[in-house]
């Protein structure tokens, strides 16, 4: 079955506290990526990456880190956490080009205390 | 800039009626395409209908379809004869760049179907 996973689902944690949160899609997609999602701001992408070792900022991309190791893989590093980012985040992935449907992870809600 | 613009905060709709979800858009871009996704209150993201900016015929799939119109920049999703599981958010949302895959999403509608 094609998907997109990440884990964990939920977390809470402390200011300060290094978390990764892990992200891998099982179609062989170039290209992969993570959102936010805010109460009345939508989806903002955080960081994106278009092929292994090739990875660029986003419009929200302060806070966090990426690496793409592997073609499958894409973790979102957060090195220090602090409250603001308390928000439900998607790791996404898609075909370059042309007019792609682009898969969702089922989301991880995070809460920074 | 690209942007997406969803006014509808929140709309109620009876079951069984049809309902219409407002989208506009904005881009320079000459080719784009408009994505509508659903989100329940389990959290994940569903894909339910595309459009290209090339396309002429709206699209539709199943209950769900796209009204698009390209000199407004509008595309509205329409659901019909709507169901108690229809409640959700939904999204609309605008691909990026033609060689990318970033998404560009608006602030969503709530909607909730009444029995």
């Known amino acids: 079955e094609a998907q997109v996973t990440q884990n964990p689902r939920y977390l809470i944690t402390v200011t300060g506290k290094k978390l990764t949160v892990t992200c891998s899609q099982n179609?062989?997609?170039?290209?992969m990526s993570w959102y936010r999602q805010d109460p009345g701001l939508g989806l903002r992408q955080i960081y994106y990456?278009?092929?292994?070792?090739?990875?660029d900022k986003g419009d929200v991309p302060e806070g966090y880190k990426v690496s793409r190791k592997e073609k499958r893989n894409f973790p979102l590093i957060l090195e220090s956490p602090s409250p603001n980012q308390t928000s439900l985040y998607f790791c996404?992935?898609?075909?370059?080009?042309?007019?792609?449907?682009?898969?969702f992870g089922p989301g991880t809600r995070l809460t920074v205390l | 800039a690209q942007k997406i613009t969803q006014t509808q905060p929140g709309m109620f709709v009876q079951e069984k009626e049809a309902v219409t979800l407002d989208c506009t858009y904005d881009?320079?871009?000459?080719?784009?395409?408009l994505f509508w996704y659903k989100q329940p209150s389990s959290g994940e993201m569903i894909f339910l209908i595309y459009?290209?900016?090339?396309?002429?015929q709206n699209a539709t799939e199943g209950r769900y379809s796209l009204n698009f119109q390209k000199a407004r920049k509008s595309a509205n999703l329409v659901i019909s004869a709507s169901q108690l599981g229809d409640s959700a958010m939904y999204f609309c949302?605008?691909?990026?760049?033609?060689?990318?895959?970033?998404?560009?999403f608006g602030q969503g509608t709530e909607l909730s179907v009444k029995p």
């Open positions: 996404a992935s898609t075909v370059i080009g042309g007019d792609n449907e682009q898969f």
């Open positions: 179609m062989n997609h170039e290209y």
């Open positions: 990456s278009m092929n292994v070792e090739v990875t």
């Open positions: 881009t320079s871009d000459q080719s784009y395409g």
């Open positions: 459009q290209g900016s090339y396309d002429e």
């Open positions: 949302a605008m691909k990026g760049a033609p060689q990318g895959g970033k998404l560009i």
